[in-house]
């Protein structure tokens, strides 16, 4: 027996990093995923996964390409049981002051706009259900003010009030909602932070390693399945300890 059996999984950035690992733990653990992604990659990591598997090229910031990929999963499996909100962009750690605007939208539309798309177009139908479980990847930056630059920070924040949100006003109708914090991760995304010497220092002298995407994807596990069914509208430090300082 498998913690997510036969239930249906959408991972938002299932082609690399945290959403890689996410999607060959679920299925293992008996998930039907349905993989998102912009990179076209997912359709052949879709074939390689055993069990039933679902890719739609997806952007999430795209609100048709997000009612695309939710019409997909519905006529593919028939419901939405989890899904867990991974896509994300840095922002190099850029201030205020450094931020374009450019950057600002590109950042805000992705992180927090196309989780609020993917939340809108896939309620409904864990509310039809009356059970559902949503899991958002926000960031030790929703709480601090050094753990990315203004655009990562304030669309962070927003993940961890729209996760409180969604858990308050509707975990009457069966909705979970919770919010995974992770620490300094080594994924493509933090490549070049993780291979600054200042930064590894900086981050192991208060966690004592280095986050890997295995770590996220075992608490992803966790909150996803109904070994959590108490836990609602938290938001989880995933650092190693960091915060705790």
């Given at each position: 027996?498998?913690?997510?059996?036969?239930?249906?999984?959408?991972?938002?950035?299932?082609?690399?990093?945290?959403?890689?690992?996410?999607?060959?733990?679920?299925?293992?653990?008996?998930?039907?995923?349905?993989?998102?992604?912009?990179?076209?990659?997912?359709?052949?990591?879709?074939?390689?996964?055993?069990?039933d598997a679902l890719?739609?090229?997806?952007?999430?910031?795209?609100?048709?390409?997000?009612?695309?990929?939710?019409?997909?999963?519905?006529?593919?499996?028939?419901?939405?049981?989890?899904?867990?909100?991974?896509?994300g962009i840095f922002?190099?750690?850029?201030?205020?002051?450094?931020?374009?605007?450019?950057?600002?939208?590109?950042?805000?539309?992705?992180?927090?706009?196309?989780?609020?798309?993917?939340?809108?177009?896939?309620?409904?139908?864990?509310?039809?259900?009356?059970?559902?479980?949503?899991?958002?990847?926000?960031?030790?930056?929703?709480?601090?003010?050094?753990?990315?630059?203004?655009?990562?920070?304030?669309?962070?924040?927003?993940?961890?009030?729209?996760?409180?949100?969604?858990?308050?006003?509707?975990?009457?109708?069966?909705?979970?909602?919770?919010?995974?914090?992770?620490?300094?991760?080594?994924?493509?995304?933090?490549?070049?932070?993780?291979?600054?010497?200042?930064?590894?220092?900086?981050?192991?002298?208060?966690?004592?390693?280095?986050?890997?995407?295995?770590?996220?994807?075992?608490?992803?596990?966790?909150?996803?399945?109904?070994?959590?069914?108490?836990?609602?509208?938290?938001?989880?430090?995933?650092?190693?300890?960091?915060?705790?300082?």
């Amino acid at each position: 027996m498998g913690l997510l059996d036969d239930k249906v999984v959408i991972i938002t950035d299932a082609a690399s990093g945290m959403g890689k690992a996410q999607r060959y733990l679920f299925a293992k653990e008996g998930a039907k995923v349905v993989l998102a992604d912009v990179n076209e990659e997912i359709y052949h990591i879709a074939e390689e996964i055993e069990s039933d598997a679902l890719a739609v090229k997806t952007d999430i910031s795209n609100r048709d390409d997000v009612k695309k990929l939710v019409q997909e999963t519905i006529n593919h499996f028939g419901t939405i049981d989890v899904v867990s909100n991974t896509a994300g962009i840095f922002d190099d750690y850029h201030a205020l002051m450094e931020t374009s605007y450019e950057q600002f939208d590109k950042v805000i539309a992705i992180n927090e706009t196309g989780t609020f798309n993917v939340m809108k177009e896939t309620l409904p139908i864990m509310l039809e259900h009356k059970k559902g479980v949503y899991v958002n990847i926000a960031s030790v930056a929703s709480f601090n003010g050094t753990g990315g630059g203004f655009a990562y920070t304030a669309s962070k924040s927003a993940i961890i009030g729209m996760t409180r949100s969604v858990a308050t006003n509707y975990k009457a109708q069966g909705i979970r909602a919770n919010a995974i914090c992770p620490g300094l991760v080594e994924t493509p995304m933090t490549k070049d932070l993780c291979a600054t010497q200042s930064v590894v220092e900086n981050v192991t002298n208060k966690s004592g390693r280095i986050g890997t995407v295995e770590d996220i994807a075992n608490t992803a596990l966790f909150l996803a399945s109904d070994k959590s069914d108490y836990i609602n509208g938290a938001s989880l430090a995933v650092d190693g300890g960091m915060l705790a300082e």
